[in-house]
C-alpha cells in the first residue's frame, strides 16, 4: 500500500516538474525543475527495482545535463523573452 | 563570475561525499548494483559541482588539465592492456585469467549464504571497472571544463 502511495505521489511530481519546466520564464529556476524531474525519473527507476539505471540517470541527468545548463546560462541572459 | 557564498561552501562540504561515494560504486561495481560508468559518473558530478559554484580562473587553478587528459588516456590503455594480458599468456582476448588464480582479484572459495559479499573476487571486471571508472571521470570533467572555458571566453 504504501509502495504504492509513494508511486503515484512520484508519478505527480513528475507531470508537475515537467509542467513548471514548460511554464517558468526565469530559465535558471526552469532547469533546475528539469533536473527535479531527472530526479524523479531516477526515483521511479529504483521503485521499478533497476538500481543500475537510476544511478546512471540521477549522475548524468540530475547532476551534469543540470550543470551544464546552468554554465549555458552563465553565459546568455537570464530571463526568457516574452512575446506576449 | 562566481555563484554566493553559500553555494560556494555547499560545494566544498558536499564534493569529498559525493566522491567517496563514486569511487565506492567504482569499487564495488562487481558485487552491487552500479560500476564503472557509473561511479565515474557520480564522481564527475562531484567535479561539476565545485566547477559550476566557482568561477573560470579559480576552477583553472584547481583542476589541471593535463591531469585529466592522463587519466582519460590511462583508462582507456588500462582498459586494452588488460585485454591484451591475456593473448600475450596464450589466452583469448578479454580472457579472465585473473580469477580463481590467488592473486588479485582471484580469492578461489567465497562463502557461502548470505554475506556482505567478497570484494577480492570477480579476476578482471574490478580492473575493466576501475579502467572505465578512471575514464568516465576525465572525460566527463573534461566536457564540463571545456563548456565553461567557452562561456568565459578564455582558452583553457
Known amino acids: 500500500m504504501i509502495e504504492l ?12 516538474s515537467a509542467v513548471l519546466t514548460f511554464y517558468f520564464r526565469d530559465l535558471l529556476a526552469a532547469a533546475l525543475a528539469s533536473g527535479l524531474f531527472s530526479f524523479l525519473i531516477s526515483l521511479e527507476f529504483y521503485i521499478l527495482q533497476a538500481p543500475d539505471v537510476a544511478i546512471s540517470q540521477a549522475g548524468i541527468g540530475a547532476g551534469l545535463t543540470t550543470a551544464i545548463f546552468i554554465i549555458a546560462i552563465r553565459g546568455t541572459r537570464r530571463f526568457e523573452e516574452g512575446t506576449e | 563570475m562566481q555563484m554566493s557564498k553559500i553555494v560556494r561552501l555547499s560545494a566544498d562540504i558536499m564534493y569529498p561525499f559525493v566522491v567517496i561515494f563514486g569511487l565506492y560504486v567504482i569499487m564495488h561495481g562487481h558485487i552491487t548494483p552500479g560500476g564503472g560508468f557509473q561511479g565515474g559518473a557520480v564522481v564527475a558530478t562531484g567535479a561539476a559541482l565545485v566547477i559550476v559554484a566557482y568561477a573560470f580562473h579559480d576552477v583553472k587553478a584547481m583542476i589541471p588539465k593535463i591531469l585529466l587528459y592522463l587519466q582519460e588516456s590511462g583508462g582507456l590503455l588500462l582498459f586494452i592492456g588488460a585485454g591484451l594480458a591475456g593473448m600475450l599468456l596464450g589466452f583469448p582476448f578479454f580472457f579472465n585469467w ?27 571486471l574490478p580492473l575493466m571497472n576501475i579502467a572505465v571508472g578512471i575514464e568516465v571521470w576525465g572525460g566527463l570533467t573534461l566536457v564540463i571544463l571545456y563548456m565553461i572555458s567557452g562561456v568565459g571566453k578564455e582558452e583553457y
Do not use: K
Open chain 2, 98 to 124: 585473473l580469477a580463481n588464480s590467488g592473486s588479485l582479484f582471484g580469492t578461489p572459495i567465497v562463502p557461502l549464504g548470505p554475506n556482505p559479499g567478497e570484494l577480492n573476487t570477480g579476476g578482471f
Open chain 1, 5 to 16: 502511495v509513494v508511486h503515484f505521489l512520484v508519478l505527480a511530481g513528475l507531470v508537475v
